[in-house]
C-alpha cells in the first residue's frame, strides 16, 4: 500500500486559517469515510485530533475541522496559535482492511 | 484513564527478532470492542502502520511487513505483543502501541519506545 500524500511543510501566521491536505485514491481515502488526523509534537506521540474525517474527540479545540473531497481529505486550522505548531499525519482505513499513514506534513508559526 | 505501556529491548541485533510488549492499565483489553495495534516510527520520518489485533486474536497486517510479522493477543495479562523478525537498520524506529476506536483512529497511545537495529 503507498502512504497517502501530503505537503511537507506549511506555514502560517498567529490567528490565520490554514488547511493541510490528504490525497489518497478510492481504495483509501476515496472509498471510506474513515479519515483520522494526528498532532505530534517532538518527542511526543501522536494526538488524535480528528476521526471519521470530520469528527473532534472530546477535548480537541473546535478551531480544528476535518473534511473531505473525492480522493483528498483536509484539516483546517482556525485561529492559528503558536501552540499549533507540530506535525501533522493523516490515516485512512482502505480495501485491505489495513490502515495507511501520509508522509506528515510540518505546520510552522511564523 | 486507560493507560498503555510498550516494554523489550532497545536493542537488536540485525537478522534477528525484535520483540515488544504493550501492556494495557484501565481497563480490560477484552472487555470491549476494541482492536489494539502497532505503528512505528523512523528517526526523523513519518508514521507507519505495522498491525492491528482484536482480543479473540484476529489480526490485520500490513502488507509490506506481513511476511515478518506477528502480533499476538494475552488476555490474561491484558498484553498484546509484536514480533518482528529478521530485522534490519530499516527497522530501526520508535515503536509505539495503540488503540484503535474506528476503523482508522488511535485514540490511545502508548509513549513509545525506542528500538535501534545494530549490525
Known amino acids: 500500500q503507498s502512504a497517502l500524500t501530503q505537503p511537507a511543510s506549511v506555514s502560517g501566521s498567529p490567528g490565520q486559517s490554514i488547511t493541510l491536505s490528504c490525497t489518497g485514491t478510492?481504495?483509501?481515502?476515496?472509498?471510506?469515510?474513515?479519515v483520522s488526523w494526528y498532532q505530534q509534537h517532538p518527542g511526543k506521540a501522536p494526538k488524535l485530533m480528528i476521526y471519521d474525517v470530520s469528527t473532534r474527540p472530546s477535548g480537541v479545540s473546535n478551531r480544528f475541522s476535518g473534511s473531505k473531497s473525492g480522493n483528498t481529505a483536509s484539516l483546517t486550522i482556525s485561529g492559528l496559535q503558536p501552540e499549533d505548531e507540530a506535525d501533522y499525519y493523516c490515516?485512512?482505513?482502505?480495501?485491505?482492511?489495513?490502515?495507511?499513514f501520509g508522509g506528515g506534513t510540518k505546520l510552522t508559526v511564523l | 484513564q486507560l493507560q498503555l505501556q510498550e516494554s523489550g529491548p532497545g536493542l537488536v541485533k540485525s537478522s534477528e527478532t525484535l520483540s515488544l510488549t504493550c501492556t494495557v492499565s484501565g481497563g480490560s483489553i477484552s472487555s470491549s470492542s476494541y482492536y489494539w495495534g502497532w505503528i512505528r516510527q523512523p528517526p526523523g520520518k513519518g508514521l507507519e502502520w505495522i498491525g492491528s489485533i482484536y482480543y479473540s486474536g484476529a489480526t490485520y497486517y500490513n502488507p509490506s511487513l506481513k511476511s515478518r510479522v506477528t502480533i499476538s493477543v494475552d488476555t490474561s495479562k491484558n498484553q498484546f505483543s509484536l514480533k518482528l523478525s529478521s530485522v534490519t537498520a530499516a527497522d530501526t524506529a520508535i515503536y509505539y502501541c495503540?488503540?484503535?476506536?474506528?476503523?482508522?483512529?488511535?485514540?490511545?497511545w502508548g509513549q513509545g519506545t525506542v528500538v535501534t537495529v545494530s549490525s
Open positions: 478510492s481504495s483509501d481515502v476515496g472509498g471510506y469515510n474513515f
Open positions: 495503540a488503540r484503535l476506536y474506528t476503523f482508522a483512529s488511535y485514540d490511545y
Open positions: 490515516s485512512s482505513y482502505t480495501t485491505s482492511s489495513t490502515v495507511v
